[in-house]
């Protein structure tokens, strides 16, 4: 019986929909027209769409790919996968969040540890964690940091979407050889029901399952990433045009693009660019991966074990029994991935027993854009403490480097000139 339940949210005749597009670029009909007559073939229509598939999605086109949709609602699937999921650009995902997470739910563990003399010490450890969890919420600590201490391997819910292109891209990522085995198993499933309603458009052509065709994404479980060579204790810009672009888009041109909301001029924004390399929890990797307009690449998730740094809330920090508990945990459940490794357990299925907490790595680049809305969206008082720290850091450096723009680099309410959230503060009325 499988620990996650994967259910297809279906939608009519994707794979017919793909071919009717791919048809529409050599004929005089509209695609909608030539879905029409497809779908009054007889038996043999499959046949006549796999063979177009394979001359135009085989041979590279991959915008026919792109020409349907699948959604998945996932149930009690582990937080390794979502991982995983969410690296990708064109994949859309609602998630449950990790604060409404309950121990009841339990957590997975591959089937290698359940066959290993370890299981038991490794239940106790992962349910330690969730004990330890309600233990600080109970005492005050607020549930966005009480989750630092939960394993990868805690259950969690998902509704993700996306075109037969990136499923394929999904696919092959999976099968590298780090990525935990639970990884490949849900996205499996996930072929295995989309190919149930398309079966050709997952069939492997050749070139459509060519690596260099997709738009690249990072690899979280990558046996190491050579860019992280070197790190530093803050966020640290790396490279920017800053410079080049101060001379060509003028103040009032920035001005006008957000007070106005010029759409022409706000494109131009996006040609700005910031590289920096960030310090991030895997909490807050989850959510800084789950902002899709960003660029990024991060660090192997085995490279920051090795360097095996902690990241600690502050308020577990003020609070001198959690704080001594928190830390006990977290060298608890790293020695024992250390413990699972020496007993013989592939790191692929031990890596599930780290926690959130655990300290990495990741390369961004923030345009022009998403000085308004990444920072926008990260600088509110209400988004959580550490990615708040994060998107500051930044501001502040664009500041530096470009003040007509940095200027822009404020809480949301500032630009929008109201605030969206439930519960309004009113910081943009004291400005």
């Known amino acids: 019986m499988k620990d996650f339940e994967v259910v297809l949210l279906k939608h009519p005749y994707p794979q017919t929909l793909s071919v009717a597009g791919a048809l529409s670029c050599f004929k005089q009909e509209p695609s909608y027209q030539i879905m029409e007559e497809l779908l009054a073939l007889p038996e043999y229509i499959r046949l006549k769409e796999e063979r177009v ?43 449950q969040s990790l604060r409404r997470t309950t121990a009841s739910r339990g957590f997975y563990l591959p089937e290698v540890i359940k066959k290993s003399e370890y299981v038991e010490k490794t239940k106790e450890i992962l349910s330690q964690s969730f004990r330890l969890y309600n233990e600080m919420q109970r005492g005050g600590i607020p549930g966005e940091d009480a989750r630092f201490l939960l394993p990868l391997y805690t ?33 499996e499933e996930m072929i295995s029901k989309a ?14 399952y060519e690596r260099l065709a997709w738009r690249p994404a ?37 001005d006008r693009a957000i007070k106005e909301r010029n759409e022409a001029d706000l494109s131009v924004l996006k040609h700005i660019d910031f590289e920096f390399v960030v310090p991030i929890s895997l909490v807050s990797l989850h959510q800084l991966i789950r902002q899709r307009t960003l ?14 740094e902690i990241v600690v809330p502050p308020s577990i920090i003020r609070s001198p029994t959690f704080f001594s508990l928190y830390q006990e945990q977290y060298r608890g459940m790293m020695a024992h991935y250390q413990d699972l490794l020496k007993a013989g357990i592939p790191p692929q299925e031990a890596i599930g027993v780290i926690p959130h907490s655990l300290k990495t790595w ?30 500051e850091q930044i501001a502040s450096i664009i500041i530096r480097e470009f003040p007509a723009l940095g200027k822009w680099a404020a809480p949301q309410c500032i630009t929008y000139g109201e605030c969206p959230e439930k519960g309004d503060c009113g910081y943009y009325r004291n400005v």
């Open 155 to 187: 259950k969690t819910n998902i509704q993700t979407g996306g075109d037969a292109r990136e499923l394929c891209h999904l696919r092959a990522m999976s099968q590298d050889e780090m990525v935990p085995s639970v990884v490949h198993q849900v996205v």
């Open 195 to 208: 190919g149930e309603l398309a079966p050709s458009l997952f069939k492997n052509f050749g070139f459509n």
């Open 295 to 308: 660029h990024l690449a991060v660090e192997s998730i085995y490279r920051a074990v090795e360097r095996n």
């Open 53 to 95: 598939l394979k001359k135009s999605l085989g041979r590279g086109h991959g915008s026919v790919g792109d020409q349907n949709c699948f959604f998945f609602s996932i149930k009690d699937l582990p937080r390794a996968v979502t991982f995983q999921l969410c690296l990708l650009e064109y994949l859309v995902h609602l998630q």
């Open 362 to 391: 990741a390369m961004i680049r923030v345009d022009g854009w998403n000085v308004i809305h990444f920072i926008g969206k990260r600088t509110c008082i209400a988004a959580q403490w550490e990615i708040r720290e994060i998107a």
């Open 218 to 254: 990072a690899q979280l479980y990558s046996k190491d990433n050579g860019l992280f060579r070197w790190v530093s204790n803050t966020v640290t810009l790396i490279s920017s045009n800053a410079q080049v672009m101060s001379e060509l888009v003028s103040e009032e041109m920035i």
